[in-house]
């Protein structure tokens, strides 16, 4: 397992842009998959996005394609979530995720981070 930490939250207006970033520990990262969820208050964690070990496969939720980018920095230990055309429904707390395969499913990922807030306001 590897350790994770979110950073790169905060307040925005809509419109606006923020880029995460998710650090982990641990010389074996590079040959992890990462993956971005989200969790809003009284809902379930929804998959983001995910990349592979080496970026060269993404996948993208329907509602981000197009707003949000996903890439990784394996000489860093470091994927990044690029958010633009923010929209107050993005509002939640972000949360990364390392695992074998870039897959859509929480189940997918072994290991996890605490999260950090994004708030979009209207």
């Known amino acids: 397992q590897v350790r994770l930490v979110e950073s790169g939250g905060g307040l925005v207006q809509a419109g606006g842009s923020l880029r995460l970033s998710c650090a982990a520990s641990?010389?074996?990262?590079?040959?992890?998959?990462t993956g971005w969820f989200r969790q809003a208050p009284g809902k379930e964690r929804e998959f983001v996005a995910t990349?592979?070990?080496?970026?060269?496969?993404?996948y993208y939720a329907d509602s981000v394609k197009g707003r949000f980018i996903i890439s990784r920095d394996n000489a860093k230990n470091t994927v990044y979530l690029q958010m633009s055309s923010l929209k107050p429904e993005d509002t939640a707390v972000y949360y990364c995720?390392?695992?074998?395969?870039?897959?859509?499913?929480?189940?997918?990922?072994?290991?996890w981070g605490q999260g950090t807030q994004v708030t979009v306001s209207s």
């Open positions: 990349i592979n070990w080496s970026g060269g496969y993404t």
């Open positions: 995720a390392a695992g074998q395969l870039a897959g859509n499913s929480p189940s997918t990922y072994g290991s």
């Open positions: 641990g010389r074996t990262f590079s040959s992890y998959a």
